[in-house]
């Protein structure tokens, strides 16, 4: 298994861009996650989903959106890049049912808005 | 709300130094308790966990005690590695159906030198 995987690692845009970071699993885990993770905090949770074509929002989900037509991705889009928006972000899978803590990180994407 | 507070880093030990984070949270009922590892480049992973008063999660050597009457769940380690060297995040997952948030600590920063 390749677990959960990221893409892109690393990414420069530009304010008022838009752009899709792909989260991708391949354990068959209903629930899957989306954090961002700024310098001097912990992770923050931006969308969540249960299962395909189920989301809901975490603390911080202004300025992305979220879809799950399959069990295996589960893509984050940025409409409209803001600089507030440099972070790093990590998806995480989880079997349906299983306690929080199991989740497994991907190795996230280090995004840069100018 | 929920909220965990960690010690401010950045640490830094000699190999077979003896290491303390310090964390303390605050939260409603009873919450679970974690210390997660992020080791360069790559995504958290969990180290150890306890569910209730007075539990010790312990994993590789490291070791935390679940204190209810301080609100405290300090991690510590008798002889540190350069392998250690990583941010650790402490966190909390609240009771009574939160099965979705964990709030994070900011994390520490450990540099363990040779």
């Known amino acids: 298994n390749a677990g959960v995987t990221q893409t892109p690692k690393f990414q420069v845009l530009k304010t008022g861009q838009s752009m899709t970071l792909q989260c991708a699993q391949d354990?068959?885990?209903?629930?899957m996650s989306w954090y961002r993770q700024d310098p001097g905090m912990g992770l923050r949770l931006i969308h969540y989903?249960?299962?395909?074509?189920?989301?809901d929002q975490g603390e911080v989900p202004n300025g992305y959106n979220v879809s799950r037509s399959t069990t295996e991705d589960f893509p984050l889009r940025l409409l409209s890049a803001a600089p507030s928006q440099t972070s790093v972000y990590f998806c995480?899978?989880?079997?349906?049912?299983?306690?929080?803590?199991?989740?497994?990180f991907g190795p996230g994407t280090r995004l840069l808005v100018l | 709300g929920n909220s965990v507070t960690q010690m401010e880093g950045p640490v830094t030990l000699s190999e077979e130094a003896f290491l303390t984070i310090n964390c303390t949270y605050t939260?409603?009922?009873?919450?679970?308790l974690f210390w997660y590892v992020q080791y360069p480049g790559e995504g958290l992973q969990l180290l150890l966990k306890?569910?209730?008063?007075?539990d010790k999660g312990s994993n590789k050597g490291f070791e935390a005690t679940y204190r209810k009457e301080t609100t405290s769940f300090h991690l510590e380690k008798g002889s540190v590695q350069v392998s250690d060297s990583a941010v650790y995040f402490c966190a909390l997952s609240g009771s009574g159906g939160s099965n979705y948030k964990l709030t994070f600590g900011k994390g520490t920063l450990l540099t363990v030198n040779p």
């Open positions: 995480a899978s989880r079997p349906a049912g299983a306690p929080i803590e199991t989740q497994y």
């Open positions: 989903s249960v299962g395909a074509g189920i989301t």
């Open positions: 939260a409603t009922g009873y919450p679970s």
């Open positions: 306890a569910t209730k008063a007075d």
């Open positions: 354990m068959n885990h209903e629930y």
